[in-house]
Nanobody, 125 residues
């Protein structure tokens, strides 16, 4: 089982990026998935989470209205569209998946069983 995150990079403040997380090894269509981030010198924090069907989404207050999480179960992929980026969004972003059948989204790290390797997002001022 593997989660491969991609799409990070360097962007100016106010810009946009779209992160992707492709899952392989098994289908994750019955699993909730989430995005987390860790900024330099800070603890990892939840960014967004999405239910197995995509019908329920959760966001951290700091990204509400700017970020959108979505998924395509046919492609076994989850996305994070990030708009109006701020320097404080600079972090390594990780995708995560809950266990099979755990379709309810969660904003806590301990709820997730599978983790990707992270992709770096740098927002310049």
């Amino acid at each position: 089982v593997q989660l491969q995150a991609s799409g990070g990079g360097l962007v100016q403040a106010g810009g946009s990026l779209r992160l992707s997380c492709a899952a392989s090894g098994r289908t994750f269509s019955s699993s909730a998935m989430g995005w987390f981030r860790q900024a330099p010198g800070k603890e990892q924090e939840a960014v967004a989470a999405i239910s197995w069907s995509g019908g329920r989404t959760y966001y951290a207050d700091s990204v509400k209205g700017r970020f959108t999480i979505s998924r395509d179960n046919a492609k076994n992929t989850v996305y994070l569209q990030m708009n109006s980026l701020k320097p404080e969004d600079t972090a390594v972003y990780y995708c995560a998946a809950r266990g099979e059948g755990w379709g309810t989204p969660a904003m806590t790290m301990t709820a997730y069983d599978y983790w990707g390797q992270g992709t770096l997002v740098t927002v310049s001022s």
